[in-house]
């Protein structure tokens, strides 16, 4: 975690991908260690977006890909839940994809939402929107509990 805070936007973007694909750490740590290192809120909230929603797209296309054992070896997911999720979603459209910010089962969401070839431009904006949401209430909360 010290590493990607010394390396500020870039690290918070790298924090915020990784956390939306492969690895199970938390993003807001990092962001908030780049915030009271003194960076910019507008760039830390770039950065943070873009990363986690180009993580997000990652879990979305390997589920469009389609190749079971690649998304059980690289993102590690249960393929049992994994089928589960995709059965409860169908029906409901790409607009859940606003809710692959959350953490457990996020993951499950943009994978099952790309094995049903949901519509790439919902899915991408909805994302995008959920993703953008989720750290500008981060960002909020640590700069009213922190006072900057």
Same mark, same amino acid.
């Given at each position: 975690?010290? %590493?990607?805070?010394? *390396?500020? *936007?870039?690290?918070?973007? =790298?924090?915020?991908? @990784?956390?939306? $694909?492969?690895?199970?750490?938390?993003?807001?740590?990092? %962001?908030?260690? =780049? %915030?009271?290192? +003194?960076? $910019?809120?507008?760039?830390?909230?770039?950065?943070?977006?873009?990363?986690?929603?180009?993580?997000?797209?990652?879990?979305?296309?390997?589920?469009? #890909?389609?190749? #079971?054992?690649?998304?059980? !070896? *690289?993102? &590690?997911?249960? $393929?049992?839940?994994?089928?589960?999720? &995709?059965?409860?979603?169908?029906?409901?459209?790409?607009?859940?994809?606003?809710?692959?910010?959350?953490?457990?089962? +996020?993951?499950? @969401?943009?994978?099952?939402?790309?094995?049903? &070839?949901?519509? #790439?431009?919902?899915?991408?904006?909805?994302?995008?929107?959920? !993703?953008?949401? &989720? *750290?500008? #209430?981060?960002?909020?909360?640590?700069? !009213?509990?922190?006072?900057?």
């Amino acid at each position: 975690m010290e %590493l990607l805070i010394d *390396y500020g *936007y870039i690290g918070v973007f =790298v924090a915020s991908f @990784l956390a939306a $694909t492969i690895l199970p750490f938390s993003s807001e740590v990092v %962001l908030t260690g =780049v %915030l009271l290192g +003194g960076a $910019t809120y507008l760039p830390c909230m770039i950065a943070a977006t873009a990363g986690n929603f180009l993580g997000g797209m990652t879990c979305y296309w390997l589920g469009m #890909i389609g190749k #079971i054992e690649w998304i059980h !070896k *690289y993102l &590690r997911l249960n $393929t049992e839940r994994l089928e589960k999720v &995709r059965l409860w979603m169908q029906g409901r459209g790409a607009w859940m994809a606003f809710w692959v910010f959350l953490p457990g089962i +996020g993951d499950f @969401l943009a994978v099952a939402l790309g094995f049903m &070839r949901s519509n #790439i431009w919902i899915v991408a904006a909805s994302m995008l929107a959920g !993703k953008a949401l &989720r *750290y500008w #209430i981060w960002m909020e909360v640590v700069y !009213k509990v922190i006072d900057f």
